[in-house]
Each structure stands twice: as structure tokens, then as C-alpha cells.
């Protein structure tokens, strides 16, 4: 169980390396919360474009976002 947890953030570790991270820690809370609802929909098997997609549309419009729990 252990290794699967460390398999499934291994690329939250090695991204910064490889593309230098961000410089700011508005930038850094923004990268955490795109990667979770990535991590997320992966997990339910649902598109993570089409999740986003909605999320700045209902921004745009001053709604409230799409919920997670219904992926």
C-alpha cells in the first residue's frame, strides 16, 4: 500500500526538478490544486480537460464550480 501511495506522487517530486517549479507561493498553491484535480479525475477515470473546462467557465460566469464528487 505504502509503495503504491509513493508511486502515485512520484511526479509531483520529480516535476520542479524538471521544470524548475514555480517562484512564488501563489504559484506554488495553483500548481498543487491543478495537480490534485488531476490526480483526481485520473483516479475516477474522467477527463481532467473537460473537469478544468468547466470549473473557468463557471468562474466566467460567476457560478459556483462543478462538484468533484459527481466525476
Not at 505504502?2 to 502515485?8: F, G, I, K, R, V
Not at 490526480?39 to 473557468?56: H, P, V
Amino acid at each position: 500500500m505504502n509503495n503504491l501511495t509513493e508511486q502515485s506522487i512520484r511526479y509531483l517530486v520529480i516535476d520542479p526538478v524538471v521544470t524548475s517549479g514555480t517562484r512564488s507561493e501563489r504559484g506554488r498553491d495553483r500548481l498543487a490544486r491543478m495537480m490534485t484535480v488531476i490526480a483526481t479525475c485520473q483516479k475516477r477515470n474522467a477527463g481532467s480537460y473537460d473537469y478544468i473546462l468547466k470549473c473557468i467557465t463557471a468562474w466566467c460566469k460567476r457560478d459556483d464550480p462543478p462538484s468533484m464528487l459527481d466525476l
